[in-house]
């Protein structure tokens, strides 16, 4: 098999498989595990991909996400590899179903049930835990300002530690936002990608919206396969450390 990933948690999954000796081709934004992607030859980004960089690495299969990448590529794509692996994981349950995905597209079952195991563990902790509910702003990006509407994985990651999604109702999966006076805002979460917001941003923002404002691991919130894992786990210690600092 040869891989071409153009999905960095993806790309972290193949890896986590034991399947980092077939990964020929990855964007430069798959960047875990680093010790082993550094090596492995850029096709560009999620979006704009060298199709003709990718086609002479010969690949046996190219691992896709709905959201992360152009239907145009795809289409591309599909006149010349073998096998697409289209993704698209809605809620953090979607990640049993796609760590056995794989796991059957890569005869890896039993790697796969054993990360299956995992994720299960640490979603049964997460649910038996109570935690108050805080209607958030959850921003990805500036220059438009830009939101995620609750019909998205990262939306529902956050459900599961009461931290509810603004606007409650959008026409897009990502809005864009005129202004940052959602009604019914009690917090401001920053997320550190895909902008890079950084602590100077969260300053600004407290104290133009007087609201409390904290920077957030958007790796831990929106990454699917294994770092879900410990997205959940993050995000069990990011709730229990804000109604800390928030009570």
Known sequence: ??????VPS??????ELGLAGQLVGRTGFCIHPANVVR??????????VNLE??????PTHVILNKDENLRETAEA???FVPNLLITHPLAPEDNLALYRQFGTAFGREREAEALCARFESA???ARKQKHPERRVLYLIWKDPWMTVSRDTYV???LALFGLQTLP???AARYPKLRDLEVAGTELVLLSTEPYRFLERHRKELQQRLRLPVQLIDGEMTSWYGPRAIEGLRYLSEFTVRLQRELS
């Open 77 to 79: 794509l599909a006149a």
């Open 155 to 157: 939306s529902r990651m």
């Open 53 to 58: 960089k990718l086609r002479a690495l010969e």
């Open 39 to 48: 090596d492995i030859p850029k096709v560009g980004g999620t979006k704009i």
């Open 123 to 125: 979603l049964q902790a």
């Open 168 to 170: 409650e109702f959008a």
């Open 10 to 15: 993806l790309t972290e999954l193949v890896c």
């Open 1 to 6: 098999m040869r891989i071409v990933s153009l």
